[in-house]
């Protein structure tokens, strides 16, 4: 049987991302780096022969797969499945501020990392679930093709996770940069990470597209809904 290629891909910068402030599913639009990254995505999947779209249904990933894949011709078809986690009233504000705010809800989602949920909020293993059934989904319907599934943080690396049989709570190690490309080949049911975080392409002969630096808080436990 064909092997099946899947690219996950990240949406591009947003303020929000600049300011570390919770997006959840706040729709929050790229900006103008975003923007610029989302066109370098054009020429990165230009020659992998893609042949079906998907995207979250948010502003911020929609409008990253739109001008990556800008002149292609393809279709993309929006999912509410592919969302980022929802942080219910943490959303909009930034950690030190939901710390100071709600320390005992912080607490006991941190003790129970992962099947604890903010309040008015989703839990991880929720997020793991739905995600990862899309994915699954997207991959059955296009067997022995390459597809692209532009999504966020969150989902992404729930789905890598889930290939490499890892527990949601550790989800948070793989890295996740804004626009980074990651694949996943599928060949007669068993799946393999082939890329992880690929951003080389960002980067070229030009100038840096972002004034943006990571910080080493990206990686944690609060980088998880950005």
Not at 145 to 167: M, N
Request: glycine share 10%; aromatic share 6%; hydrophobic share 35%.
């Amino acid at each position: 049987m064909p092997i099946t290629r899947a690219l996950l891909i990240r949406h591009g910068e947003t303020d929000w991302n600049r300011d570390a402030r919770i997006q959840g599913q706040l729709d929050i639009p790229l900006n103008e780096a975003g923007r610029a990254q989302a066109r370098r995505l054009t020429e990165r999947l230009r020659d992998e022969g893609i042949e079906a779209a998907y995207s979250s249904d948010l502003v911020r990933v929609y409008e990253t797969a739109e001008i990556a894949l800008a002149g292609s011709g393809l279709p993309i078809h929006r999912t509410t499945d592919v969302r980022e986690v929802s942080f219910g009233v943490w959303e909009g504000k930034r950690w030190v501020d939901v710390e100071r705010e709600f320390p005992q809800e912080v607490l006991h989602y941190r003790q129970n990392y992962g099947h604890s949920a903010p309040p008015g909020g989703e839990s991880l293993t929720a997020l793991r679930r739905r995600s990862v059934a899309a994915f699954q989904r997207i991959v059955g319907d296009h067997r022995g093709q390459t597809v692209v599934l532009f999504s966020h943080g969150g989902p992404c690396r729930a789905i890598l996770a889930e290939v490499l049989g890892l527990d949601v709570t550790m989800s948070r190690r793989f890295g996740m940069s804004n626009a980074s490309v990651h694949v996943v080949e599928v060949d007669e049911g068993e799946a393999r990470i082939t890329l992880l975080n690929d951003t080389g392409y960002l980067n070229g002969t030009g100038a840096p597209l972002s004034v943006f630096e990571a910080r080493r808080g990206d990686e944690s436990d609060e980088s998880i809904g950005s």
